[in-house]
């Protein structure tokens, strides 16, 4: 197979009136490994009447790795100013330009810029294509060693731990695995925080600096990663997650039986509401439920 050609690019759209609209083209960058980059990414880059960057700079870092030169124009297209900018970009769309938009890794609008862009370009009824490239969510994934046939991509959690802990316990019982993204700096709280609503058994897996020299995949349950994170990471963070098991599928001990029927409590349940619910998911008795909170509620009162 040949070198792509930049006439080889997705054309722009004729209309039924006979105008020609523009097209935008979401292009997936490097997640790490510049050598990754999709072939089709530098013609895009070069053919582009407007390229879209997250961060302007490392643009020219990525042209230039790549040997390339964008001849369009170049506007950032970042958190802050993408709902003010989106307007602007869907004007050059409908006057017939072809929009690039690239972030700083993976593919927009995964946690990154671009979900308003592609749906006011729709709502104009414009081209939307893509140039497929890496993504740190199925990259995570495959390397987890966690099952893979069905997921959920998380995003970001939020960074109040309250808040953090109210949208854990949302997928408590989620039993498709589960991706998230996350920063070094916060990654022990979020661990712990996966420990706490989860369990400290539920298995996970650390991916850092994914494709980069340094990439390292940490797996192991919950409460070990979150005592091996405390001691401090570095590097751009996924983590893969276990989906809850099979209801009746484990043999859950008491601890664990009051552990989740406090999670259910903590959420505004009641507690012979969240009792039946937790017998329900482990296929036991109530009674067993209800005896393994009174005990604990005992065992609390009387002290050390």
């Not at 870092?61 to 307007?87: D, I, K």
């Not at 890794?105 to 006011?120: E, F, I, T």
């Not at 495959?142 to 949302?170: H, I, Q, T, W």
């Not at 695995?177 to 979020?190: I, M």
């Amino acid at each position: 197979m040949g070198p792509f050609r930049s006439d080889e690019l997705v054309g722009r759209c004729p209309c039924e009136d006979g105008t020609v609209t523009g097209i935008l083209v979401l292009a997936g960058t490097p997640i790490g490994d510049i050598s990754d980059a999709p072939p089709r990414l530098a013609a895009e880059l070069t053919g582009a009447d407007v390229v879209a960057a997250e961060d302007t700079r490392r643009l020219r870092r990525l042209t230039q790795a790549l040997g390339v030169q964008t001849t369009g124009r170049v506007v950032s297209y970042f958190e802050g100013n993408e709902a003010a900018r989106t307007p602007e970009l869907v004007e050059a769309l409908v006057g017939g330009a072809r929009v690039l938009l690239v972030t700083d890794a993976g593919m927009p609008s995964v946690s990154d810029p671009g979900y308003r862009l592609v749906a006011a370009a729709v709502e104009k009824d414009i081209k939307v294509t893509a140039v497929p490239g890496p993504s740190a969510v199925l990259t995570a994934l495959a390397l987890s060693g966690l099952p893979v046939d069905r997921f959920c991509f998380e995003g970001f959690l939020p960074r109040k731990a309250g808040e953090r802990l109210s949208r854990l316990r949302e997928v408590a019982e989620e039993r498709r695995t589960l991706v998230y993204f996350e920063a070094p700096h916060r990654l022990d709280d979020t661990l712990a925080a996966m420990a706490e609503v989860f369990g400290t058994q539920r298995r996970a897996a650390v991916c850092r600096e994914l494709t980069k020299t340094y990439e390292e995949v940490k797996r192991g349950p919950l409460g070990e990663l979150a005592a091996w994170a405390a001691e401090g990471v570095r590097g751009e963070i996924t983590v893969v997650v276990e989906g809850a098991p099979e209801k009746g599928a484990e043999e859950l001990d008491a601890g664990e039986l009051v552990r989740r029927v406090q999670v259910r409590e903590e959420a505004g349940e009641r507690r012979k509401e969240a009792i039946a619910a937790v017998a329900a998911e482990a296929g036991i008795p109530k009674r067993d439920v209800f005896d393994a909170v009174v005990a604990a509620k005992n065992a609390a009162r009387s002290g050390p």
